[in-house]
């Protein structure tokens, strides 16, 4: 008998303990509102210097050819690469995070084709790709693997994290071969050239200067946000939240880990608890099941943004609801190999290179959705592959090289 | 009583008995590795040239390090599924007390370790105390920790000074000083293992718990002290991981994979998942056999998700040639009499020979 | 021989059993899923209504399905990790082959379920013929399965397929009073739940049992083990296809749909107190452990407690559930029955008594346990069970502690 209750209130212990602990280490626990939350993320990830940067670089007109923004750069710093100017094909070694994410295969797919083009021009020999999958060790391995064995002469890395794989970078760099970074950035300026479209604060600034706009003070927003601790992701979190919280617009953000079923029962159990007039999304995955929560609560749809996924455009011109489509430039993946190509002919190229990232507004869809007809779901619109070989078979087939 | 089963029995069980698990995954080594070495070759590469002999060494370094502390657990009939947290939050642990400062590497190192021990400790009392599965116990505490990572890191955090740094960069030759002491530590576990008296206690728990009570062991220590060995083996994993990143990662455990794969590799090292028999080697060679293969995938740029399917494969297939052949995995209680129960896979047929046997 | 006289109990008698059975282990997770439901309706009234509760069980359906298969593995002493993946490649099968034609929906239906037997059936014939321990088997074909349906998409879905096919997930019978929709899940969940049940009480499903308890003398009993442990695998791969079809529809088609869904119902199986290692536990608990896993990540979400700190409430829970099924109470002989346990039971670690091969009494020897005269008390008790039982036992072998718990399953 004794030995029951001492294992029983030992287990009541143990319980309460561990609310304790969760209690005392997270302050998010005790507060249902997002004020908690909203000053720990942002003491880490807000920074207003570049928030300040990203919100200009959306006015700003990019230069470059017309018609090819995967090749426009805005406020470029130009970086001389005479140093590295020679004839002949080159091997280009790519270090890639993974294909992990539908977002990052339409690149994958897009950047093989790219590459099709330099082989026949003579510029590119060939890519060696290694895929870490999603993890830091991997790669760093990788890295170091191509720069052993590789016999590389420029190195195309899209980093899977920023501080991790910082070291290795640099290790890249200090083989005297030409680095270029693009994607996710890293923690060092050695690389050639680094290529990203604006950036998180800008996709935050533009949706939810959109959401606003739409809606107003009080409305609810849920947020639905893929995972945490990525920076791409928690910088348009960031820069989201701030706005809302100073246009008085209540959100409210879960993690869903891009399952579509998670993503119905947050819906629904919000929807369950009061109205909601906005969805704000951190990435397109699963913005279909999140409609259609609306849609089987039977309720008015919401004020959205969502992604350029096919999946997301279809459903908002099919319902007709007010939305909007950030991008986070997919057509990015064709301008690594672009700017190997600068490289080697000696020309200049911008240090960093911050490529357009317009939304897709009520207006251009149509036009999308005309350019990407037969697209499967999971293709991105604004993929930037529509002059390259194998357009519209090879990105319909997705196939996988 | 029919007179060829014993006579089988004689025949067959001493030959079975001599093929040593750790041989046979020797042998599977080999094998992958002349496979390996062909294929690498065939898109011109040479297989042992110092930089992807360094490439594998350094794939088996980590998982090496999990996978020996999960050996313990294993042979104890045991389970430890939270040490891809354990790993995770040791890389923060380190990576955060040492912040860039070398004169905190010993501290960082030794809070590192009592964290793991404690979080063992736990692990090991509740399967022992509270008479909770390994599998169920382990997976519980690793969510709790999954928690806690989740709710307090945002991302990586932390900055391992240079010198903490050079244990995950440097080598003698090919041959990286984290894999050096990985095995270092394989040779310390395999001394455990067999000449310490607890150790040799971890075979006799898992084997038979009942027996081993009965002959006077306290099982619940050999367990308890499993389950620490393995939270420190992973929390050195953390310790040489947050050495390579140069920080400390909340994910860089479970983008590892580092629970099942360490689980995988210590089955296809011929340790029995029931406990009770095993061996550390035949663990490091099943580590090797993943590095292997996954470097030949990675330098035959096999499709990323082909990658998952052949690993799934080879995981099935080696551990299908260790069990199909190996089969002698409960002596039988009567040597003379009833066969082994493993190789009644026909059935009824053999059910009235058995049931005669046993009651000789 | 039954030697044991049954009177007729008093109403008193039966509500007393009846408290009981619902804080024995078995029970338990009843007790704790009304607690788990009150509390919800209690923050947020409106879960209580009707139509909001059946949408509730809407969204458990495909759990509760994966669980009740999961459940006829664990039972019979296996592991299958397979499931998630098999719940994510079904999905994918729907959305690629169906496409916007409603007229393939029958024959894709037909072939998803035919898949899902096979891969069933290749698990449970690598388990029984190669012996490969079924935790490695189905990792494998986890890693394996989800890889090439990956590397088939081109790791992102065609898109959902038509909406006839996707009615079975998210719609239902409308238009009725007090509960304003019936949605096709429930139903399928609730078909589904009667099969199991009625399987599990049927000669083969109580083999099922009698494999994860004792293999060698269910083999000796004349059962072909190969036979009964593949169908429990078809079975598990089956009820996987089962909540694909209904996840099509529920959530749509995208290669994240289902990960992790084998963990989720081994979670759910022992909380409903079936026991890792086979040889006992009741689908109904099974299913209800679903069910009570899915209203506690409800309660927290409307308790508003961060999504980063659900996982560690869920590991406590885990851990608290078998520990208490474990330790409190001594476990009952047989899985079956609703049979209470026995008053006088010695809180000690004798619960787990008759898990091991040969069966048992209670330890006598107590290096590690408490009060040896305690432990001989509960001898009578068994004995009467096991009388009624009727089976041929051989000597019996002290029990051990852990042994009910031991990961039996695989070797």
């Known amino acids: 008998m004794r030995r029951r209750y001492a294992v029983a209130s030992a287990m009541v212990g143990a319980l309460a303990l561990i609310a304790l602990a969760g209690c005392t280490t997270d302050p998010n626990v005790t507060a249902p509102t997002e004020d908690a939350g909203a000053t720990e993320e942002s003491v880490e990830w807000f920074d207003q210097e570049l928030f300040d940067k990203q919100d200009a670089e959306r006015d700003v007109v990019p230069e470059g050819p017309d018609g090819q923004p995967w090749l426009q750069h805005i406020n470029a710093e130009m970086v001389d690469t005479s140093e590295f100017a020679s004839d002949g094909a080159k091997k280009a070694c790519f270090a890639n995070a993974s294909i992990s994410n539908p977002w990052r295969t339409t690149g994958w797919i897009t950047m093989n084709q790219q590459l099709k083009v330099l082989q026949d021009a003579g510029v590119i020999s060939e890519m060696e790709t290694r895929d870490a999958q999603d993890s830091d060790d991997t790669q760093i391995a990788d890295i170091d693997y191509f720069i052993e064995e590789g016999g590389c002469d420029i190195f195309l890395i899209s980093p899977n994290s920023t501080a991790a794989m910082t070291p290795a970078v640099e290790r890249a760099c200090d083989t005297g071969k030409p680095v270029v970074v693009f994607d996710r950035g890293v923690q060092t300026d050695c690389p050639v050239t680094f290529i990203h479209p604006i950036g998180g604060f800008a996709w935050g600034i533009d949706t939810a200067e959109f959401l606003i706009d739409e809606l107003d003070e009080g409305d609810k927003v849920v947020a639905l946000r893929i995972l945490p601790g990525v920076d791409v992701l928690e910088q348009r979190w960031a820069a989201a939240e701030k706005l809302f919280d100073e246009a008085g617009i209540e959100a409210v953000d879960y993690f869903t880990g891009a399952d579509p079923a998670e993503i119905k029962k947050i819906i629904s159990d919000e929807l369950a608890k009061g109205d909601v007039d906005g969805v704000w999304m951190d990435a397109g995955d699963g913005a279909v099941a999140a409609i259609e929560a609306f849609e089987d609560a039977g309720v008015d749809y919401p004020v959205m943004t969502g992604e350029d996924e096919m999946s997301f455009l279809r459903k908002w011109k099919e319902t007709g609801l007010t939305g909007l489509a950030p991008v986070y430039s997919n057509f990015q993946w064709r301008t690594p190999l672009l700017a190997a190509q600068k490289i080697f002919a000696g020309e200049e190229v911008p240090q960093e290179w911050v490529l357009p990232q317009s939304p897709i507004t009520a207006e251009e869809v149509d036009e999308y959705l005309a350019l990407n007809e037969n697209m499967p779901d999971g293709h991105y619109a604004k993929f930037g592959g529509e002059d390259l070989p194998g357009y519209p078979q090879v990105w319909e087939d997705r196939i996988v090289p | 009583m029919s007179t060829t089963t014993p006579a089988s029995v004689r025949r067959t069980a001493p030959r079975r008995r001599r093929l040593d698990a750790s041989l046979i995954v020797g042998i599977a080594l080999v094998a992958v590795i002349i496979v390996g070495a062909i294929l690498v070759a065939s898109v011109g590469r040479n297989f042992f040239s110092a930089g992807n002999i360094r490439d594998i060494l350094t794939g088996m370094s980590v998982l090496g390090f999990v996978a020996i502390g999960q050996t313990l657990v294993i042979l104890c009939a045991s389970l430890d599924l939270s040490v891809p947290y354990v790993v995770s939050l040791s890389s923060l642990i380190a990576a955060d007390l040492m912040a860039g400062n070398p004169a905190n590497i010993p501290l960082a190192i030794v809070a590192v370790l009592v964290v793991a021990a404690v979080i063992g400790l736990a692990n090991g009392l509740i399967v022992t105390k509270l008479k909770v599965n390994g599998f169920i116990a382990t997976l519980g505490t690793g969510l709790i920790i999954k928690g806690y990572l989740d709710s307090n890191y945002k991302g990586t955090s932390g900055q391992v000074p240079w010198e903490f740094q050079l244990i995950g960069a440097t080598g003698i030759g090919p041959i990286p000083i984290s894999t050096l002491l990985m095995l270092l530590v394989a040779v310390a576990g395999a001394f455990f293992l067999a000449r310490t008296r607890t150790g040799n206690h971890m075979f006799a728990v898992g084997g038979n718990e009942q027996v081993a009570r009965l002959s006077g062991i306290r099982t619940a220590r050999p367990l308890i002290v499993a389950h620490v060995l393995c939270s420190i083996t992973a929390a050195l994993a953390g310790l040489l991981l947050a050495s390579r990143l140069g920080v400390g990662s909340p994910v860089v455990g479970t983008q590892g994979g580092y629970d099942l794969l360490s689980i995988a590799a210590v089955v296809l090292g011929g340790t029995l998942l029931m406990g009770g028999r095993g061996s550390i080697w035949g663990t490091i060679g099943g580590v090797a056999i993943f590095a292997v293969v996954d470097n030949v995938m990675s330098v035959m740029q096999v499709n990323p998700f082909l990658k998952d399917v052949v690993r799934g494969v080879v995981i099935v297939a080696a551990v299908a040639v260790y069990t199909s052949r190996s089969v002698d995995r409960r002596r039988p209680r009567f040597a003379n009499a009833a066969p082994p129960p493993t190789a009644s896979g026909s059935g009824p047929a053999n059910g009235s020979d058995a049931r005669e046997e046993a009651r000789a | 021989m039954t030697a044991v006289t049954t009177d007729r109990p008093g109403f008193g008698q039966r509500l007393a059993d009846l408290g009981r059975a619902l804080v024995s282990p078995r029970g338990a997770v009843f007790l704790l899923l009304i607690v788990l439901l009150v509390a919800i309706a209690l923050i947020n009234p409106s879960f209580a209504e009707p139509s909001q509760f059946i949408r509730f069980i809407q969204r458990v359906a495909p ?88 590397y088939w998409t081109g790791g992102a879905a065609t898109g959902n397929p038509a909406d006839g096919f996707r009615e079975i997930g998210r719609g239902g019978i409308r238009d009725l009073p007090v509960i304003d929709i019936l949605p096709w899940s429930v139903l399928v969940l609730a078909i589904v739940l009667a099969a199991a049940i009625w399987f599990s009480k049927r000669p083969f499903g109580r083999t099922i049992i009698a494999l994860g308890d004792n293999p060698t003398t269910a083999r000796f009993s004349g059962t072909r083990n190969w036979w009964v442990k593949t169908s429990t695998f078809m079975i598990s791969s089956l009820s996987a296809t089962i909540a694909g079809v209904l996840l099509v529809g529920y959530a749509g088609v995208h290669p994240s749909v289902g990960r992790g869904y084998e963990f989720t119902a081994i979670t759910a199986v022992v909380l409903g107190g079936v026991v890792l290692g086979g040889g006992r536990g009741w689908v109904v608990a099974a299913a209800a452990g679903a069910f009570a896993l899915e209203a506690l990540f409800t309660l927290l979400n409307f308790a508003g407690v961060p999504s980063t700190y659900r996982d560690a409430v869920q590991g406590a829970i885990i851990i608290l559930a078998v520990a208490y099924s474990a330790t409190t109470f001594r476990a009952r002989r047989r899985g079956r029955g609703i049979d209470a346990p026995s008053p006088s039971s010695d809180p000690v670690a004798d619960a787990p008594a008759e898990a091991s091969r040969p069966d048992s009494p209670t330890s006598p020897d107590a290096a590690t346990q408490i009060s040896p005269p305690a432990a001989t008390q509960t001898s009578p008790a068994p004995a009467e069970e096991r009388d009624a039982e009727a089976s041929a036992r051989p000597a019996p072998i002290p029990s051990t502690p852990r042994a009910d718990n031991e990961t039996k399953g695989g070797s």
């Open chain 3, 63 to 150: 759990v509760a399905i994966v669980a009740i298969g999961q459940y006829f593995v664990i039972v019979g002493g296996e592991f299958d990790l397979s499931m998630g993946s098999v719940v994510t490649t079904q999905v994918v099968i729907a959305g690629n082959l169906i496409g916007q034609d409603d007229a393939k929906s029958l024959p894709v239906l037909l072939l998803m379920l035919a898949f899902g037997a096979f891969i069933g059936l290749v698990n449970g014939l690598i388990v029984s013929f190669l012996k490969v321990p079924s935790f490695i088997v189905t990792l494998g074909m986890m890693l394996a399965l989800l890889g090439a349906t990956l």
